[in-house]
């Protein structure tokens, strides 16, 4: 099976820090482009953060804030979020797409581009 289970979310006062996890099954992760998206409610679906191989990008709101990371020997990824606000509040996903060398993370900001989704987990951000 491809699958996505991500795990990491709960609630965190403003100012602290979460680590969100993306473990796949059945591919390998390397081989895909890996993208965070959050949702808060009444809100659609918004770019987070996009890694393809060792090249990552971030959402202008979470510059400086949050890090995307892989392990490859676990087949997951991470979304570190420090100094946390509520406006971060939402249910986080992760979503998975092939690959290929001329893709660039400019081009898998939209939700509709990525073919492999987890489950989402929630993250509350509120003192």
């Known amino acids: 099976q491809l699958q996505l289970v991500e795990s990491g979310g709960g609630l965190v006062q403003p100012g602290g820090s979460l680590r969100l996890s993306c473990a796949a099954s059945?591919?390998?992760?390397?081989?895909?482009?890996v993208g965070w998206f959050r949702q808060a409610p009444g809100k659609e679906r918004e770019g987070v953060s996009c890694?393809?191989?060792?090249?990552?990008n971030y959402a202008d709101s979470v510059k400086g804030r949050f890090t995307i990371h892989r392990d490859n020997a676990k087949n997951t990824v991470y979304l570190q979020m420090n100094s946390l606000k509520p406006e971060d509040t939402g249910v986080y996903y992760c979503?998975?797409?092939?690959?290929?060398?001329?893709?660039?993370?400019?081009?898998?900001?939209?939700?509709?581009?990525?073919?492999?989704w987890g489950q989402g987990t929630q993250v509350t951000v509120s003192s």
């Open positions: 890694m393809i191989s060792t090249n990552t």
């Open positions: 979503a998975a797409e092939w690959w290929t060398d001329t893709d660039i993370c400019a081009a898998f900001t939209r939700p509709g581009r990525y073919g492999y």
């Open positions: 059945g591919f390998s992760l390397h081989n895909y482009v």
